[in-house]
């Protein structure tokens, strides 16, 4: 059963650190462009980023570029959202996606474009 799992989601404080994980189980994730996306209360569900299948190309969107960064470790099933100077309209709730690609310069940033999802992780930043 294809799977994905995130974690590292929590409550920090404006301008902390998080850094989420997306795992896949059941199948490898060498072959997926990944993306992650965020859904706040009473709104739609937004892209943050997408990485490559070989992490050669990332895109942020603009209200997190230069404070997160996206990277995967495919030896290890995993792809990485590193989350710096947090703010509190960064709070939501932070999914992973697959995209299954055998090109390796694709980043898809449209969320119709992915074919599985996990279920969500939840980050709060306070003021």
């Known amino acids: 059963q294809l799977q994905l799992v995130e974690s590292g989601g929590g409550l920090v404080q404006t301008g902390g650190s998080l850094r989420l994980s997306c795992a896949a189980s059941?199948?490898?994730?060498?072959?997926?462009?990944i993306g992650w996306f965020r859904q706040a209360p009473g709104k739609e569900r937004e892209t943050v980023s997408c990485?490559?299948?070989?992490?050669?190309?990332?895109n942020h969107s603009d209200s997190v570029k230069g404070r997160f960064t996206t990277s995967r470790d495919n030896a290890k099933n995993t792809v990485y959202l590193q989350m710096d100077a947090l703010e509190p309209e960064d709070t939501a709730i932070y999914y992973c996606?697959?995209?299954?690609?055998?090109?390796?310069?694709?980043?898809?940033?449209?969320?119709?474009?992915?074919?599985?999802w996990g279920q969500g992780t939840q980050v709060t930043v306070s003021s």
């Open positions: 996606a697959a995209f299954a690609t055998v090109l390796p310069l694709i980043c898809p940033t449209r969320k119709s474009s992915y074919d599985y």
């Open positions: 059941g199948f490898t994730l060498d072959s997926y462009a």
């Open positions: 990485i490559s299948t070989t992490g050669e190309l990332t």
